[in-house]
Each structure stands twice: as C-alpha cells, then as structure tokens.
C-alpha cells in the first residue's frame, strides 16, 4: 500500500502537473484511508471495497470533521480507486459508487463599491510620499480588484506577462492553464508608475524578470501581500476583514452586478467549472434580497 501510495504522488506531481501543496492534500487523505483499511485487516489495495470507503468517511464525520473536508476526501478517494483500476493495480473501481457529503456553501465576504474605491483611493493617497513600496503596493491592489486574479498568480506574474499597449495580462492559473485577463485604465496608471518610479529602486541582481518586488528586492511572497491587503482594509471604515482572495471575490461579484455574463466571469477568474462561478450569482441575489428588505414597504 505504502509503495502504491508513492506511486500516486509521483503520478499527481509529474503528470497531472498539481501543485506541491495539492498533493500533500491528496497524499494525507489517502494515507488515512489506507491505515483505516490497513486496520480493517486489508494488505493491499486491490481488496478495497465501497464499504472500507464509507466506513473510512463515516469515521471523519465522528471525529468532527466538516462537511467540506468529507467531500474533499471523497473526491479524493473516488479519483484514486479510478486511477488503480487505470494502471491495473485494482480489479474493480471501489470509488465509482462513493456519493460525496453535500458542502455547505458559504457567500464570501465582499467590499461594496464605495468600499473598494476607498480602499484604492486611501493606497494611492499615501504612495504620493513616493515611496517604492508605496508605489508597488497601489498596483498590486489595482491589479488584483481589476483582475480577480488569485495571489499566487499575482505572485508569479513576470514584467513580460504584461501588454500594455491592450492592457492584457497573461495569467498561469491552476493546473498550469493560461488565460489573458485584461484590466483596466487606473490599473494601468499604477503599472506603469510602478515600473518607472518603484520597480528600479527596489531591483536587485535576484529580482530576475519578477513583475512585483519585496522589500528586499526580489520576488514579494504571498504572504507579504496578503498583510498588505489586510492592513489596508482595516483602514475602511466598516470593510469587512478580506484578504486578496476577498478581492478577488469582490471582483466578480461587481462584474455579474454590472452586467457581465456568467461564462465571461468564469473565463476571467479562471475556473475550470461553471458551478464555482455560480457561487456569486448567489451572493449578488443575496445582497439583492437584503436590499429588498430594507427597502419595500412589504418586503
């Protein structure tokens, strides 16, 4: 079992090409399952069955786990059953019958309009000091609520990634899948005065063709801008407590609300599912209703 497992995670790092921290995700689930079979009395991975499966699952639910860790580790399950019957390694797919916890879906937190503008306005009061961090941070603030990109794609964008002339950004999303997202007027302002007045002064011999710098001069980590992000919300009065990954969701919540339609959304945002993206029609129709209610004399 312990073999099979190593082969898994060679399979899901070289060939599906997921990221290291995916396949830990993956690798974790699937070594619990297999001591939970391993302890049921199985010695290798053709003697899985459905019931190992949803006795491995009924024991996450007594152990407290959330309903979204169940359905990850089911799906989980399912696509590693699929893959022994593909190689040979079992002689009947275990996980083809295994149903998935329904998760709860939560709305995410989102800035209101008003919010996200004072929250740019406020950045780019306080970079007219000149500083280059100051200048740095406008245009990944900029970036990201124009983008909908997500921080690590934020973090891996390089200067060639950029056209200016048809203000596109070329984006390496999950699964390695590049898409153009483009942006807009004041998000190119910020890029520009960036790469003029901000981006020479932090540059050091490490920074190679890294679009957003550190302090230190090389490529920022995420979790410098998710600190950026935090701080600088905290400073609009009665903003919700977001990360990127709220502007993000911020994003395309104010696109669907101005009008874009669902598939153009899904194209921005890079989702490889149109149900992902259906998640912010429900936010916007929640904040509709709420809206209703506080407005109709007989909501």
Known sequence: MARTLADYERHLAS???LS??????????????????????????????LRTLRSWLALQQTTGKSRTTMARRATAARVFTAWLVRTGRASQDAGALLASPRAHTTLPPVLRADEARLLLDAATEQANDGSPVGVRDV????????????????????????DPERRVLRVLGKGRKERSVPYGT???AALHRWLVDGRPALRTSGAGAALFLGARGQRIDQRAVRRLVHRRIADVPGAPDI??????????THLLEGGADLRSVQELLGHASLATTQLYTHVTTDRLRRAYQQAHPRA
């Open 15 to 17: 060939e599906r090409d």
């Open 20 to 49: 290291a921290h995916t396949v830990r995700a993956y690798a974790g689930d699937l070594a619990s399952l297999l001591r939970h079979a391993a302890r049921s009395g199985q010695r290798d991975v053709d003697s899985l069955d």
């Open 139 to 162: 245009a990944m603030l900029e970036l990201l609520y124009a983008t909908g990109v997500r921080v690590g794609e934020l973090c891996g964008l390089d200067i060639d990634d950029l």
């Open 186 to 188: 004041p998000a190119a």
């Open 243 to 252: 990360g990127p990954h709220g502007l993000r969701h911020t994003a395309a």
